[in-house]
C-alpha cells in the first residue's frame, strides 16, 4: 500500500542573511513535518529564526536572506525548485499568510473589500461581483458583523481586533490548505486575544485546513495546538505533543519558558523564575550546543559539540546531552562525571 504524503515536510532547512559584517545563520538545520488538518505551533523568544523559518516556505525571503541547505515539500513538490510564475500560485491558493501587524500590512488608501478583493482575483479570475460576495461571506465567517457597512471603510476606521480579523479573512480568502500565522495575537489585549485564538479554532474546525501558529506564548500554544516545536537560535530543541511539552518537558530551555509563565491550575503562589543571560549572537554563535551560555545544567561536552536529536517517546524527541550520554567520548564521560561530583559535593 503507497504511504500517504504528508502535507508539509520540512527537512535539514537551512538560512542564511549575508550582510556586511559576515553570516547571520538565522536558521540552522531544522525539520518537522505537518499533517492534513494539524495544528502546529513553533514556539520560542525573538530573533530565534521562527519568522525567517516560514518567510522561507512562503518564498517570501528578503535579499540578503538565502535558503542554503534543506528542502521544503508540499504534498510531495519541491516548493525551493517553484519557478516564480509558480510560486505566485502556490502563495494563497496553497499556502498563506497573517502577518504580525495588521496596520502596518493592511494598505491605508483603499477600503478593506477592495484589498480583500485583489486578493481574490490575483488568482481566481471571477467577476467583481461574484468576487465581492466572496468578500462578505469570509467577513461573516472571521465574525465581523454589518458586512455592507465593513467592506467600504478603510483600515484606521476599525478596532484592533477587527482588522486582525480582517487579516485572517485575507489569508482564507483563497481557501489554502495551509495557513501560517505569525504572531498574530501579539499586539492585541487579552480579551481580544482570547477571541482571535476561539475564532481561528473554529474556522479550522470548519474548513479542516492546516495552521502554522508562530508565538513566543506557550499559554497561546496550549489553547490551539495539537504539536509543538520550539526554537533557540535557528535550531530546534524539543518537538512533539501539546502534553509531551506541558507535562514532559526534556530540554532545559523549554523547562525555563514554562518556569517564566504563570500557571492558573497552581496550587499556590509560585514565583516566576527568567531564563538568565542574553540571546545568542547569531554573527557568532558558540560552539556546541547554543543554548549552554544560558544553560543551569550545561557539561563541558555541551560547549565543544552539538546535542543529537534524542527520541524520548512517540513522536516527542529533544536535542541535549543530559538525554544522550550514551555518545560521549571517554574523555567526555570522565568529565562528566566529575561534574556531577563536584555538583553533589557542593
Partial sequence: ??????????????VSFFTHAGEVKAVGGISYELDYGEVIGIVGESGSGKSVEAYSIMGLLQDPGKVVGGSITFEGRDVLAMSKKEKKQFRGTQVSMIFQNPMTCLNPVYTIGAQLMEALRVHEKIPKAQAMERVKEILELVGITNVERRVKQYPHELSGGMRQRVMIAMGMICKPKILIADEPTTALDVTIQAQILELMKDIQKKTGMAIIFITHNLGVVAEIC????????????????V???????SHPYTRGLLKSMPRVDAKKYERLIPIEGSPVDMLDPPPGCPFAPRCQSCMAVCT?????ETTVGEGHCASCWLLNQEELTAEETASVKREEAAEHAG
Fill in 1 to 14: 500500500m503507497e504511504e500517504k504524503k504528508k502535507l508539509l515536510e520540512v527537512k535539514d532547512l537551512r
Fill in 226 to 241: 495539537d504539536k509543538v516545536a520550539v526554537m533557540y537560535a535557528g535550531h530546534l530543541v524539543e518537538k512533539g505533543t
Fill in 304 to 308: 565543544m559539540r552539538e546535542p543529537p
Fill in 243 to 249: 502534553d509531551d511539552i506541558f507535562y514532559n518537558p
